[in-house]
């Protein structure tokens, strides 16, 4: 086991507050939350829309089996009736492509251009911290000459590495400035950017269902003479059960 008693290139002096420190840890770590849900909430609304897709296409080659089923051609009434639902079906798929591609455009775009900002912002992070390391080394490195004894080559020494320290110390407070200024108002503008494709997507929603409800309504006053109700309709469907279980055929052997 190796045992290091201290750090290599670690200052004795604090270069950066814990107070500092601590509120550009607490705001990056909002920032990588963010960033995880919004990737998670870009790929189920991805998820949604094919989903959404899939059941419209299905109870569209549903009703178009039913279509052409030999008992359409020998009975009208339920001819006119899968007629009824597959053009109910039918107009159910168009509108929710149209909702799909509502949501596409208002909603799934604009989340995956949010999620490609985070790489740049990222990568700022990294060269702060790269910036950080350099400024704790070349700390670490005029400390060494100042505790050594002033002669005058470690004086030389020392004012070079004062002169190499003072660039990167620079290059370091404004990076790290520059990110404590930014990722809050960052963090704050996902308000106002998602506030519209969050909208736009509650009113697609709202308009598809109204469609259906409307198409929905208009199957049911085509389909429904009889005016049964469910339960009526269990029962006559459990008596042509009976029916069929009292044939021969079919008969418990």
Not at 147 to 172: H, M, N, S, W, Y
């Amino acid at each position: 086991m190796n045992w290091m008693p201290f750090k290599i290139g670690q200052p004795k002096k604090q270069i950066v507050s814990k107070t500092v420190e601590r509120d550009f840890e607490r705001e990056h770590e909002k920032l990588q939350k963010l960033e995880d849900q919004t990737k998670k909430l870009h790929k189920d609304m991805k998820k949604s829309t094919e989903a959404d897709l899939a059941m419209s296409k299905a109870a569209v080659k549903i009703s178009a089996d039913l279509l052409s089923n030999p008992l359409c051609e020998q009975d009208q009434a339920f001819l006119d009736s899968m007629t009824a639902l597959d053009t109910a079906m039918k107009r159910m798929d168009a509108f929710n492509q149209e909702k799909v591609n509502q949501i596409q455009k208002t909603v799934i775009d604009p989340l995956k251009k949010y999620s490609s900002v985070f790489p740049s912002l990222n990568m700022a992070v990294k060269r702060r911290e790269q910036a950080l390391q350099d400024y704790k080394r070349l700390q670490s490195k005029v400390e060494k000459y100042e505790e050594k004894e002033k002669t005058g080559p470690a004086i030389v020494k020392l004012c070079q590495a004062k002169d190499e320290l003072r660039p990167v110390k620079e290059d370091f407070e404004a990076k790290n400035k520059q990110l404590l200024d930014e990722m809050p108002k960052f963090y704050q503008s996902r308000i106002d950017y998602f506030q519209p494709s969050f909208e736009a997507l509650i009113r697609a929603q709202v308009v598809y269902f109204t469609e259906m409800y409307n198409i929905f309504s208009q199957l049911t006053d085509q389909i429904d003479e009889a005016g049964l109700t469910d339960e009526q309709r269990q029962k006559e469907t459990e008596a042509k059960l009976n029916e069929l279980r009292s044939l021969s055929i079919v008969a418990d052997d």
